[in-house]
């Protein structure tokens, strides 16, 4: 059973935006710090913004002003809204829920910034 699925990536043009979704079959969800990452072609995987189990975000700078995440426990589902999109912002994203020595990933959404 894969514990996160994230959904909704695609191609949009530049200054465009996307919300993407990971829906989490983890129990006790509340409690995990929850985080999207994102890995570039030729490029490492980087943190592009947290949210902690408290409610506390924290954003990679190339993104801060543009992107947004959000949480709803109820419905054990994380938020990144993506507006403003650039070119740069190009690549897979991930889920990550964290935990102690949980740590679990999804499989990842394409995401394709291009006119």
């Known amino acids: 059973q894969k514990q996160l699925v994230e959904s909704g990536g695609g191609l949009v043009q530049p200054g465009g935006s996307l919300r993407l979704s990971c829906a989490a079959s983890i129990s006790s969800f509340s409690i995990y710090d929850m985080g999207w990452y994102r890995q570039a072609p030729g490029k490492q995987r980087e943190l592009v913004t947290i949210i902690t189990r408290g409610g506390i975000t924290n954003y990679a700078d190339s993104v801060k002003g543009r992107f947004t995440i959000s949480r709803d426990n109820p419905k054990n589902t994380v938020y990144l809204q993506m507006n403003s999109l650039k070119s740069e912002d190009t690549a897979v994203y991930y889920c990550?829920?964290?935990?102690?020595?949980?740590?679990?990933w999804g499989q990842g959404t394409q995401v394709t910034v291009s006119s």
């Open positions: 990550n829920a964290h935990y102690g020595a949980n740590d679990f």
